[in-house]
């Protein structure tokens, strides 16, 4: 009994190591009152993972949708200190804005750093960054839908709505209607 004692005293003890985790815990397109964005539940991130903006919420050109991340070391996990906390545009427009103010320095175990990321894409384009924390990776990626604005006749008969506004289209008959698409000029 004393032998298999001191056999297991000689077998190496497996080491504690900090685990850090990303945490999508909500998301928003009212960042005034941090009204939610339904159906967004707090989700692990997986390193390497890609977090598709469409898959949380539609977004149009000059929309906000504010995404708030929370980075965890696990609880009973050391301490562990961030050394690597950045985001990377791709593309010549940044629609992803970091809204840190501060960057987690250490985390002791079971503490979490929250912070968030603005996409606000200023046009009907893809685009995409990349967060890194330390030695993780993730992507993330959206697209905007343009606007649209529809002009269309009374069908009444009364005077058409483009008249009304000076757009210089030509009269259409009562009863018929237009719909124009006009693009989005900012």
Do not use: C
């Amino acid at each position: 009994m004393r032998t298999l004692w001191l056999l297991l005293l000689l077998l190496p003890v497996p080491a504690l190591r900090a685990e850090l985790q990303l945490w999508l815990v909500g998301a928003t397109k009212d960042p005034l009152t941090w009204t939610p964005v339904p159906g967004v539940q707090p989700a692990r991130v997986n390193n390497g993972a890609t977090l598709e903006m469409s898959a949380i919420s539609q977004v149009r050109e000059n929309d906000i949708l504010d995404l708030r991340f929370e980075l965890r070391n696990t609880p009973g996990s050391p301490a562990v200190t961030v050394n690597t906390f950045r985001m990377q545009q791709n593309g010549s427009s940044e629609a992803f804005i970091p809204l840190w103010k501060t960057l987690p320095g250490t985390l002791a175990g079971g503490a979490k750093f929250t912070f968030e990321i603005r996409f606000l894409p200023p046009k009907p384009l893809a685009y995409e960054a990349i967060l890194v924390i330390d030695n993780m990776v993730f992507t993330l990626r959206g697209s905007a839908s343009g606007r649209t604005v529809m002009l269309e006749t009374d069908t009444l008969g009364a005077a058409p709505t483009h008249q009304r506004f000076h757009l210089g289209f030509r009269q259409r008959p009562p009863g018929r209607e237009l719909h124009q698409e006009l693009p989005h000029r900012e």
